[in-house]
């Protein structure tokens, strides 16, 4: 029986000394796993005559129970001293100060090209995009405006040199070529938007040689002006958040669409002061139509099966009308104390499920 005695002292010992639980691991396996010392004794007794066995059956049970026992403690033990040293490492002082709010801030033009992908990507519309040099082909011609055509003079367009196959160039005038562009190289349905940068030589308080614009163009098989006038309403109400904006439309020209309508959106002026709303007032925003036939066919669309609508609008504007920002030149001066006033926290994406401006 000493061979019991002493190695319940061992293995009592060998648990006292285990030092973390990997080790206290290792201590069970050795007495209690398969080829482990008490079982290994259990092994033996089949050699033993019955009275035998009985004996050194009850002594091995209690062994291996007061060997558990001592395993159990000794882990409960090791669990906490591991425990208490994970909090004393990932301790986090409360008290420190919070960090300064960023500093940056994002700029009108890019708050609202946010929140109008947001509008229209909720609407099923894409985003497309052009370049800002542009063929003439692209910004005019295609567009159904000729060469020589009255219409051209206004847009007091940028000229540039040919490129170096010879092709007519110029700083688009407005965003209405990449409508060509998509029309190109996409067949209908088509559902895009395109935001960005348009270039015309004029200069005032409400004119700056660089201002940007986002044009709309659908296009499938049985779109009307309904849709036209549907999708103008829904993006006004959204984009300047107000229930019961009224929008109107007046009938206009653009070489480009057919027939062509500008939009106003209600308002009322008093005291110097514009509050957007149904109060009788007017103000446009935006020019749009349907699709000229002759645009259509230009991109190798069939004008008999397809139609569509377009609109297009200056986006400093919709954001002066939104913000309140009075003076259009302001906008690109780069005064960080402007920025700082009318630009917003970067972190605050627009989105229509959590509100476009907080
Ligand atoms: N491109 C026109 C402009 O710059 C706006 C427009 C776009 C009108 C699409 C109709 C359709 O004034």
């Given at each position: ?41 259990m092994g033996d ?35 906490k001293q591991e ?256 920025l700082k006033h ?17």
């Amino acid at each position: 029986m000493t061979d019991a005695a002493s190695l319940k002292s061992d293995l009592l010992a060998a648990v006292e000394g285990a030092a973390d639980l990997a080790s206290l691991e290792e201590v069970r396996v050795s007495a209690l796993g398969k080829k482990g010392r008490i079982t290994a004794l259990m092994g033996d007794m089949r050699n033993l005559s019955p009275e035998e066995r009985k004996e050194r059956g009850q002594l091995l049970n209690a062994l291996k129970e007061e060997v558990g026992q001592a395993l159990e403690s000794r882990r409960d033990v090791l669990k906490k001293q591991e425990l208490a040293k994970r909090l004393e490492a990932e301790r986090i002082d409360v008290t420190l100060p919070t960090r300064p709010e960023a500093e940056g801030r994002i700029h009108p033009i890019t708050q609202t090209i946010d929140e109008l992908v947001a509008i229209f990507a909720d609407m099923g519309f894409t985003v497309a995009e052009g370049p800002d040099i542009e063929s003439d082909w692209n910004n005019f011609t295609a567009l159904n405006i000729p060469e020589n055509h009255p219409a051209r003079q206004m847009h007091d367009t940028f000229y540039l040199p040919n490129s170096p196959e010879g092709q007519a160039r110029v700083l688009r005038t407005h965003t209405s070529p990449v409508q060509i562009r998509t029309m190109l190289k996409q067949k209908p349905p088509i559902r895009i938007i395109a935001p960005g940068r348009t270039y015309r030589s004029d200069y005032d308080q409400t004119h700056t040689p660089m201002f940007h614009q986002v044009e709309a163009l659908v296009i499938g098989e049985d779109i009307h002006m309904g849709h036209l006038k549907g999708c103008i309403l829904e993006f006004a109400r959204a984009f300047f958040q107000i229930d019961d904006l009224p929008i109107r439309f007046r009938p206009s020209f653009f070489p480009f669409t057919e027939p062509s309508a500008e939009v106003d959106i209600g308002c009322k002026r008093s005291g110097g002061e514009l509050k957007l709303g149904p109060y009788g007032d007017w103000l446009e925003i935006m020019g749009s139509g349907m699709v000229h036939p002759a645009v259509l066919e230009n991109c190798g669309i069939d004008s008999s099966r397809y139609q569509g609508f377009a609109f297009g609008m200056g986006i400093e504007r919709i954001a002066m009308l939104k913000y309140g920002i009075p003076d259009l030149r302001t906008f690109f001066e780069a005064d960080l104390r402007w920025l700082k006033h009318y630009g917003f926290v970067p972190l605050d994406q627009p989105s229509l499920a959590q509100g476009l401006t907080r």
